[in-house]
Nanobody, 114 residues
Framework: QVQLVESGGGLVQPGGSLRLSCAAS????????MGWYRQAPGKQRELVAR???????TYADSVKGRFTISRDNAKNTVYLQMNSLNPEDTAVYYC????????WGQGTQVTVSS
């Protein structure tokens, strides 16, 4: 059974940083493009960053220059380093393949507030 477990969220002040982790199991992780998605209250889920199996990355304009996605295939884990956070980054963050085909996990809540 394929499973994705996100962690690392929390409450942070504007300008702060967080590092999210997503551990995958039940899949050949290294074969897949992985993405970090987020869903803010009242909004649709959006893809904010992707990393291909070869390591190339792309970002949504809203996070470019502030977020960095990386992966460790030996640990079946994808990371999202988030810097210079602002209140508009408040959302539940999820990882999944891109395009997504795995059942969504519970996500991890990121709240940016003073």
């Amino acid at each position: 059974q394929v499973q994705l477990v996100e962690s690392g969220g929390g409450l942070v002040q504007p300008g702060g940083s967080l590092r999210l982790s997503c551990a995958a199991s039940g899949m050949i992780f290294s074969d897949y493009t992985m993405g970090w998605y987020r869903q803010a209250p009242g909004k649709q889920r959006e893809l904010v960053a992707r990393i291909r199996s070869g390591g190339s990355t792309t970002y949504a304009d809203s996070v470019k220059g502030r977020f960095t996605i990386s992966r460790d295939n030996a640990k079946n884990t994808v990371y999202l380093q988030m810097n210079s956070l602002n209140p508009e980054d408040t959302a539940v963050y999820y990882c999944n393949t891109d395009p997504h085909w795995v059942n969504w996990g519970q996500g991890t809540q990121v709240t940016v507030s003073s």
